[in-house]
């Protein structure tokens, strides 16, 4: 009996997830060494700018989840994701003296990969009904595409730093997230079928503004925001209060959901052990 096939979107998705992991990695493979060889930094502070910049990464994601689930909707938080760690990369190839223009850049790639983490695996499930035996098919697929951007990214990257410079192995990795993008926007016809913007609420009107005038103001503001944090050693201070606030969060359902308190208690465990993994998969950045 012949198996069916996937949906043609998933191809669109695996190759923008491929680009992603490379640009992430490629420039994670560059940046200690950037920072210490470039730009004379001792090695105690590029380990603490690359560690709070691995933090922010993961911490992002859940603003730019809330956005796509009210808002935007998946397919679009992917989209300007994918602009943003492209523009981000950019800003952080033309200048490779300038630590404004290295904090600027990084605060510009968190940015753009709170909306684009988040939502691919949304996005990639939108395509499934709740029973299609496909989907893990398709999270398998996912995840081999992240495997082989993250594998390629290093060498290349690597490569073309060592050869040619450290803007042209950044240009490599803000080109590779473009080349993903435009693949990505050439397979629109296939996702006809998947959650586009709220319009009704990006045109509601809060404060006196439309909502889009905020999150227009959000995305301008957000890179500055960050672009703080990471040159004062600010972020440990914003993961305190987002750990504080998620205590708080899981604390309330627990109360308010008491036959959920098994199911919640699973969910804790499962985030600290995700949590601890990534903690020692990010070293790579770093050791």
Request: aromatic residues 14%; glycine residues 10%; positive net charge.
């Amino acid at each position: 009996m012949k198996t069916p096939s996937q949906p043609r979107a998933i191809y669109y998705i695996v190759a923008i997830q491929i680009w992603e992991y490379f640009s992430f990695y490629g420039m994670r493979a560059l940046l200690i060494l950037y920072l210490t060889h470039q730009l004379g930094f001792d090695d105690n502070h590029a380990i603490s700018l690359f560690s709070a910049y691995a933090s922010l990464v993961y911490v992002t994601p859940i603003l730019g989840g809330w956005l796509a689930d009210r808002l935007l909707g998946n397919r679009t938080a992917v989209i300007a994701g994918a602009l943003l760690m492209t523009l981000g990369h950019v800003v952080l190839g033309i200048d490779t003296n300038s630590t404004f223009s290295l904090y600027l850049a990084l605060a510009i790639i968190i940015c753009g990969y709170g909306l684009f983490k988040s939502n691919i695996s949304c996005l990639l499930g939108e395509l499934y009904d709740e029973n299609d035996h496909r989907r893990d098919g398709g999270f398998s697929l996912l995840y081999a595409a992240g495997n082989i951007g993250s594998i390629a990214a290093p060498i290349a990257c690597g490569l073309a730093a060592q050869w040619y410079g450290w803007h042209v192995g950044f240009a490599l990795a803000g080109g590779g997230m473009f080349i993903g993008l435009l693949i990505f926007l050439s397979g629109h016809r296939h996702f006809q079928s998947t959650r586009s913007m709220d319009k009704k609420a990006l045109t509601s009107v809060k404060f006196a503004l439309p909502v889009w005038s905020w999150l227009v103001v959000m995305l301008c503001l957000a890179p500055v925001f960050f672009t703080l944090l990471l040159e004062n050693d600010w972020s440990g201070y914003l993961l305190a209060i987002v750990c504080l606030i998620a205590a708080q969060i899981i604390a309330r359902m627990m109360i308010k959901f008491p036959e959920h308190r098994r199911a919640l208690w699973q969910i804790v465990l499962l985030m600290f052990v995700g949590t601890l993994f990534w903690v020692l998969a990010q070293q790579g950045g770093s050791t």
